[in-house]
């Protein structure tokens, strides 16, 4: 059935690749997902999970092994034109921009693409380089770029038509902090401005943190959660400790302990993270004093997006391989 109160609906979706010796390998298995118009939504997973196929098969550039994809109400295969109109994407991995081009003329030659012409779409090329921080070398060739300032020209043109879809595969992959806050802003202006619905995949789960109202993890080809940041990390928040002990810990004890973030601080270690119950929590104390280390504090602690997403996959790892 069609929502018509979606943006993004997918029902099912699956692809199956084959191996050169004939085995087959489920990348994305089974995903159902409905984002609705104006959420910024986002898809996170570890490498290899499933992410950009996911968003390949939304954009028709890999065609799924079942399932079906609609953008607006529009199935993605049996109305490929409609729904592509749409949509506007930056894939990472991919090359989404023309680098014998110039900045400018990428921008021209993808909004006649997609129907702009004229003053119209030289007045939005114009908007979206000012926007970037490119206007200053537009005339430049792309291929002369760094790599985060061909991911920005990227951007523009995925922005170029105006489409109330946007899907942003790793859009600060390659920049520095500050062309990273930048397109930072502008994500946040398509959702909050704009009105547009954003599909966000970053590996900056800080970034999701702030910017988005709605995550999903998919881990091995399967969706594992889906709800609302605020919801998610509440699911965690009497399982998150933080520790302080002085000293150092031995690197043997630091390599075992998968899911904490352990960091130093004037000559005391701080390790904060989920713990599975206040049982883990003595075990770990009791090795910490077997160690000779003093403990300075034990507490309760209000875990981030990170910690929960370590927690959440490395649970499901666990599950799959038992």
């Excluded at 490119?134 to 985060?148: C, Q």
């Excluded at 270690?269 to 883990?280: C, E, H, K, R, V």
Aim: glycine share 8%; hydrophobic share 40%.
């Amino acid at each position: 059935m069609v929502n018509t109160t979606a943006a993004i609906q997918l029902e099912g979706l699956s692809k199956t690749y084959r191996q050169r010796n004939g085995q087959p390998i489920q990348a994305v298995s089974n995903v159902n997902l409905v984002v609705p118009h104006g959420q910024l939504f986002g898809f996170l997973g570890p490498n290899g999970a499933g992410k950009t196929t996911t968003l390949k098969m939304v954009c028709a550039l890999v065609k799924p092994t079942a399932g079906r994809a609609r953008v607006n109400g529009h199935d993605v295969w049996r109305e490929r034109g409609a729904a592509m109109r749409q949509i506007g994407a930056v894939l990472e991995g991919t090359r989404n921009v023309h680098w014998p081009l110039s900045a400018w003329d990428n921008l021209i030659y993808f909004g006649h693409l997609k129907g702009l012409w004229g003053r119209s779409l030289a007045r939005r090329a114009e908007q979206l380089l000012h926007d970037l921080d490119l206007w200053e070398r537009r005339r430049d060739l792309v291929r002369t770029f760094s790599r985060g300032m061909q991911q920005k020209v990227a951007i523009a043109c995925a922005l170029v038509a105006d489409p109330p879809i946007v899907l942003l595969d790793e859009p600060t992959l390659g920049l520095d902090v500050q062309a990273a806050r930048s397109v930072k802003d502008l994500v946040k202006r398509l959702a909050q401005e704009q009105g547009k619905t954003v599909i966000l995949t970053t590996h900056q789960l800080d970034m999701a943190e702030a910017l988005c109202e709605r995550v999903a993890i998919i881990s091995r080809g399967r969706i594992i959660t889906d709800q609302s940041v605020d919801k998610l990390i509440a699911l965690f928040s009497e399982q998150c400790y933080r520790i302080q002990v002085a000293g150092r810990l031995p690197e043997q004890v630091i390599a075992s302990l998968e899911g904490l973030t352990i960091e130093e601080e004037g000559g005391d270690t701080i390790l904060t993270g989920p713990l599975a119950d206040q049982d883990a929590l003595y075990d770990l104390l009791n090795r910490f004093h077997a160690l000779g280390l003093r403990l300075i504090s034990a507490s309760l602690a209000e875990p981030n997006l990170e910690q929960v997403f370590v927690r959440m996959v490395n649970t499901d790892g666990a599950q799959e391989d038992r």
